[in-house]
C-alpha cells in the first residue's frame, strides 16, 4: 500500500517516471493488491500507452470484478482506443453496482456531524466499503467515533487514515493526531 501510495503521490507531482516505478515496486512487493494495477494503468494512459493501460485495467478487474475505480478507468481507456460498445457495457453495469456517485455517503455523513449527529460513523463506513483506501473517509470515521467517547476506534481510523494517505505532510498530521489522542488515553 506504501508503494502504491507512493506512485500516486509521484503521479500527482507529473513525475510519471518515478511513479511508473512505485507502481511496479508495489505489485512486485504485494501481486494482490490489486490497487497498484489501476495505479499503473492509470500511468500508461497518462504516458500515452493506451493498450498497456487497457491490459493494465482489465488485468485489476478480471481479479476484483466489482472493482469501480478499475471498471471506470477500463471504460475510459476502450473509449480512447475505439471500442465504445465495450465501454458501454462497463459503464452500465458500473450505474448498477454504483447507484449512488461517488462521496454521496461522505457528504451525507459530513452534513450529519455538522448537526452533532455522530451515528454519521455508518455514512462513513459506507464509503469505506466503497473505497477503503481514501484516507479522508477514515479521517471522518475517526472523528464520528471520537465525539461520543469511542477513542479506541476512533485511534484504529486515524491509523488506517495515516496509512492510506499518499502524501508525507498528511502521514505527519495524522500521526500527530494520533499521538495526541494517545496522550489522552494515557493515564497521567
Request: charged fraction near 25%.
Amino acid at each position: 500500500m506504501y508503494m502504491n501510495n507512493r506512485a500516486a503521490e509521484t503521479l500527482a507531482q507529473d513525475r510519471l517516471d518515478d511513479a511508473y516505478w512505485w507502481a511496479r515496486g508495489a505489485i512486485a512487493q504485494d501481486p494482490g493488491f490489486i490497487a497498484s494495477y489501476n495505479t499503473l494503468g492509470v500511468i500508461f494512459r497518462l504516458h500515452g500507452q493506451l493498450e498497456a493501460a487497457r491490459r493494465a485495467f482489465a488485468f485489476a478487474l478480471e481479479r476484483a470484478p466489482a472493482d469501480t475505480g478499475s471498471m471506470h478507468n477500463l471504460a475510459q481507456a476502450l473509449t480512447a482506443l475505439g471500442e465504445e460498445a465495450r465501454a458501454d457495457v462497463l459503464r452500465r453495469k458500473l450505474a448498477q453496482l454504483q447507484p449512488r456517485p461517488p462521496f454521496h455517503f461522505f457528504e451525507r455523513g459530513r452534513a450529519a456531524m455538522g448537526r452533532g449527529d455522530y451515528r454519521a460513523a455508518a455514512l462513513f463506513s459506507k464509503e469505506i466499503e466503497r473505497d477503503p483506501y481514501y484516507h479522508e473517509f477514515h479521517f471522518w470515521l475517526a472523528q464520528a467515533y471520537f465525539r461520543p467517547g469511542q477513542v479506541g476506534q476512533a485511534e484504529r481510523q486515524l491509523t488506517l487514515a495515516m496509512e492510506a494517505s499518499g502524501a508525507s505532510a498528511e502521514r505527519a498530521l495524522y500521526a500527530a493526531k494520533l499521538d495526541r489522542l494517545r496522550a489522552l488515553r494515557t493515564p497521567h
